[in-house]
C-alpha cells in the first residue's frame, strides 16, 4: 500500500509538541514540550518539581525565554531548549543585539538552569516571509558568536525548528529532497553551520496530520501493510519512520546525512471536533505509548538504524487559550492540576495512576466548624521548605510525608509544606498567626485531606 505522507506547517497550528533528538546510542531519555497559551497553569516552580521528583522527565523546550519558568528550573538539572520568537530574528542579525540577548536572557540563568539549545523561530521557511528567511542565518551565526564571547558555544547549541513542509517529496523516502530554491540557498548552508557547530537539525513531523482513516495504523505504530521504497528495497512499517528517513534522504543528497536529526514537535490530541476520527483519549495514549517504546528500542529507522531517539512530547498541558480546532487546545498529557489525562509511563514507579492521591487538590469535605492551615497560592519555593523544616525540626510527627508516608505524594514542596503547616497549626493553640508562616499560610474550612492522607483538624 501507498502511503502518502503530506507536509503540514505548523505554523498553521500553532502547536507545542515533542522534541526528539535522534542520536546513536543505548539509551533514550524523554523530554517534554512546555506551553503557556492557557490560563490555568500551576505555578511554572510547582512544574519543575513535579517534573525533577514525579515522572522520568529530564528535559523540556519552551518557546520563549520566560525567566520566571527559567528561575523555577534553576538547579534541578533538567535540560532546557530555549526559543527566539520569529520577529525577533531580523533585529539579531547584528552582532551587538546578539551579544545583549545572550546577556539578557541567557547568562542570567546559566548555569543554575541547564540551558542547552537556542532555537531561533519556528517553521520560517513555512511563513514564506522573505525577510525572515534571508536574516535567518545571519542571526543564528550572531547568535552562535555572540556565545563564544560569552564562552557558552561549547555547552550551548543554535539551531532551528522546520515543518515538512521544506521537502517537495517525501514517498517514497529515498525520492526526498528539500524544496527547489530553499535546497541551495538557504537549507545548504544552513546544514553547514550545523555541521560546523556540531548543533542538530530540527524538523517538525506529525503523523496526526499526515493520516487519513486509510493510513491510520500505519500512524499509530499499529500493525500495517506497510510502505514498500522499491529503490532501497525497505518496508517501513509506521509513518513517523517514513518522515525520518524523507528528512534523512533530503539531507543526504545535499552532503550532510551526518548532521544530527532532532524531532521538534510530534504528539496526538486527545480530544477533536465530532468530525474528527482517531481523536479522543484512548488513542493520543496509544500513540505516545508507542512512540515511547519505538524511541526506546535502539532499533532506529531502515535508513538509520541502531538509533536511540531523545523524546520531548508535545505537550505537558492542553492550553485553552489557542485558536483553531478542538484539537489545537487538547495536545497535553497532563491536566492543569498535574494529574494524567492519560498514562503513557512516564510517571516514576512511586507514583501510582489508581491511587486517589492522583488528585490532590480535590478537597474531600468541607466543614463550617473545623479549620485548616494551608499553603497560599503564589508562596515561594524556598520559603515553603523552610516552613518543612522548622515544623519537622520541631520534632513533631512529619512522618507522613517521608517517602512511603500517606501524604508523600504528590511529592512536592508544597504539598509537603502544607501538611506540615498544619501540623503546626493544629499542635499550638490555633491562633490565626500560627498559620502565618512569613505570610506563606492561610486559614481554610475546606477540608485539604485527600485519599488515604488525612489533615488533622482538632
Known amino acids: ?153 561549547r555547552r550551548i547549541q543554535i539551531s532551528t525548528p522546520h515543518s515538512l513542509g521544506i521537502l517537495s517529496n517525501s514517498t517514497p523516502p529515498s525520492s526526498a529532497k528539500f524544496r527547489r530554491g530553499y535546497d541551495t540557498q538557504v537549507l545548504k548552508p544552513l546544514l553547514s553551520f550545523l555541521r560546523s557547530t556540531s548543533s542538530p537539525f530540527v524538523v517538525n513531523p506529525y503523523p496526526f496530520f499526515g493520516y487519513s482513516i486509510e493510513t491510520l495504523d500505519f500512524a499509530l505504530f499499529r500493525p500495517n501493510p506497510g510502505l514498500f521504497d522499491q529503490h532501497t528495497k525497505l518496508l517501513y512499517t509506521n509513518m513517523l519512520d517514513a518522515q525520518l528517513d524523507s528528512v534523512y534522504s533530503a539531507m543526504d543528497k545535499l552532503g550532510f546525512s551526518d548532521v544530527e536529526i532532532v524531532i521538534g514537535e510530534i504528539g496526538w490530541p486527545s480530544e477533536g471536533d465530532i468530525d474528527q476520527n482517531g481523536v479522543d483519549v484512548d488513542t493520543a495514549a496509544e500513540f505516545n505509548k508507542n512512540l515511547i517504546a519505538r524511541v526506546d528500542s535502539g532499533t532506529g529507522t531502515p535508513l538509520m538504524p541502531n538509533r536511540t531517539f531523545e523524546t520531548y512530547i508535545f505537550a505537558l498541558f492542553n492550553e485553552n487559550l489557542k485558536s483553531g480546532p478542538t484539537s489545537e487546545r487538547k495536545f497535553g498529557i497532563f491536566r492543569s492540576n498535574l494529574t494524567p489525562i492519560y498514562d503513557i509511563g512516564i510517571l516514576r514507579p512511586t507514583f501510582r495512576i489508581s491511587d486517589p492521591v492522583f488528585n490532590p487538590r480535590s478537597p474531600v469535605r468541607g466543614s463550617s466548624s473545623k479549620r485548616w492551615c494551608v499553603t497560599k497560592a503564589g508562596a515561594e519555593t524556598v520559603a515553603l521548605q523552610r516552613n518543612i523544616d522548622y515544623v519537622c525540626g520541631l520534632g513533631l510527627d512529619c512522618r507522613p510525608i517521608n517517602e512511603g508516608g500517606l501524604c508523600f505524594l504528590p511529592n512536592t514542596v508544597r504539598a509537603h509544606s502544607e501538611y506540615a503547616m498544619n501540623l503546626y497549626y493544629q499542635t499550638m493553640e490555633k491562633h490565626e498567626f500560627d498559620c502565618d508562616f512569613d505570610n506563606t499560610g492561610e486559614i481554610t474550612t475546606i477540608d485539604p485531606s485527600y485519599g488515604n492522607c488525612e489533615y488533622q483538624a482538632n
Do not use: C
Open 1 to 153: 500500500m501507498n502511503y502518502v505522507l503530506p507536509f503540514f506547517s505548523l505554523s498553521m497550528f500553532t502547536i507545542v509538541g515533542v522534541l526528539l533528538i535522534l542520536s546513536t546510542g543505548s539509551e533514550a531519555s524523554i523530554g517534554v514540550n512546555y506551553g503557556t497559551l492557557a490560563n490555568n497553569l500551576p505555578p511554572p516552580q510547582q512544574v519543575a518539581e513535579f517534573l525533577l521528583h514525579s515522572t522520568v522527565i529530564n528535559r523540556i523546550r519552551l518557546f520563549d525565554t520566560d525567566p520566571q519558568i527559567l528561575q523555577a528550573f534553576a538547579n534541578t538539572g533538567i535540560a532546557v531548549t530555549v526559543t527566539v520568537p520569529n520577529d525577533q530574528i531580523p533585529h539579531l542579525t547584528n552582532l551587538s543585539s546578539a551579544k545583549q540577548w545572550i546577556s539578557d536572557h541567557i547568562q542570567p540563568h546559566f548555569p543554575s538552569t541547564n540551558i542547552i539549545r537556542i532555537l531561533v523561530g519556528n517553521e520560517v521557511i513555512s511563513t514564506a516571509d522573505h525577510l525572515l528567511i534571508r536574516t535567518l542565518i545571519p542571526a543564528m551565526q550572531s547568535l552562535h558568536t555572540a556565545l563564544v564571547s560569552a564562552s557558552l558555544h
